[in-house]
């Protein structure tokens, strides 16, 4: 899913997928839930050689890296709900550092199991903190309205 999402972002963009090779192009991508992992796991007649592989969060941005033929950094973070955002960041400071010419820099979350939007509505990430003026920001505004979601 990431991969095919990159590929897209990189056309919407105008720059063929193709023409990155060998270039100095990193890859930092949030990457927060992946429950499919763990669906799989529940399944012992669906685990194979590429389950583990397939599922493990440096491989979801190496495989793009590697696919692209990319000669720059590719990180995968987990930060919770700012996992995106702290992607965004590193691709930008390395394009400042100029450890990159170019970066690919977005994020991935799924969530399929209703058990797990239960738990985040519980969390009460959303709620206003008592006695706080309705204009007072939450940190994770965003999970206002939950839903799968991957951008790039």
């Known amino acids: 899913m990431l991969l095919e999402v ?9 720059i063929p997928p193709d023409s990155l090779a060998g270039t100095r192009t990193g ?26 592989t397939g599922n493990a969060h440096s491989i979801t941005v ?12 590719a990180v995968a973070v987990d930060t919770a709900c700012s996992s995106s955002l702290v992607a965004v960041h590193l691709a ?8 990159t010419d ?17 738990a985040i509505s519980a969390w009460g990430c ?14 994770t505004d965003s999970c206002a309205v939950r839903a799968p979601a991957w951008w790039c």
């Open 27 to 52: 890859v930092m991508m949030g990457v927060y839930f992946n429950e499919y992992q763990s669906m799989l796991a529940a399944s012992p007649e669906n685990v194979d050689a590429y389950s583990g």
């Open 62 to 73: 190496g495989r793009i890296s590697y696919l692209l033929g990319l000669r720059g950094p």
């Open 102 to 118: 170019l970066a690919l820099a977005g994020g991935v979350s799924i969530t399929l199991r209703p058990e797990t939007q239960i």
């Open 126 to 139: 959303c709620r206003r903190r008592a006695g706080a003026p309705p204009s007072t920001p939450r940190p």
């Open 92 to 99: 930008c400071q390395s394009l400042r550092l100029r450890e």
């Open 6 to 14: 990159s590929w897209e972002a990189l056309e919407h963009a105008g």
